[in-house]
Nanobody, 124 residues
Framework: QVHLTESGGGSVQAGGSLRLSCAAS????????MAWFRQAPGKEREGVETIHTGSSTAGYADSVKGRFTISQDNAKQTVFLQMDSLKPEDTTMYYC?????????????????WGQGTQVTVSS
């Protein structure tokens, strides 16, 4: 059984940084993607950034280009999201997802497994 556990959320002022972590247990796919999504109340869940666990290639949304960086520690089965230059509009719940297909990395239906989410709040 796959479990994804996020951590690292919190409150920060605009321009600050946070690092999210997603620890996976029971996940053995090396040719699929893990990703970070975010979802504001009343809005669709948005793909933020992804990493292909086998090749370490990454993809990202234009809204976070140059500010967020995804990485992984295969030995610890953990994926990280380094968030720099945070903006108030980045405030929302962030979710870790696993099992996605590379061609549809930003589609929530592509993923089989989800974490419970971690809140990020950026004040102006």
């Amino acid at each position: 059984q796959v479990h994804l556990t996020e951590s690292g959320g919190g409150s920060v002022q605009a321009g600050g940084s946070l690092r999210l972590s997603c620890a996976a247990s029971g996940y053995t796919y090396s040719n699929r993607c893990m990703a970070w999504f975010r979802q504001a109340p009343g809005k669709e869940r948005e793909g933020v950034e992804t990493i292909h666990t086998g090749s370490s290639t990454a993809g990202y949304a234009d809204s976070v280009k140059g500010r967020f960086t995804i990485s992984q520690d295969n030995a610890k089965q953990t994926v990280f999201l380094q968030m720099d230059s945070l903006k108030p509009e980045d405030t929302t719940m962030y979710y870790c997802a696993a099992g996605g297909a590379r061609g549809n990395w930003d589609k929530k239906w592509s993923y089989s497994y989800w974490g419970q989410g971690t809140q990020v709040t950026v004040s102006s």
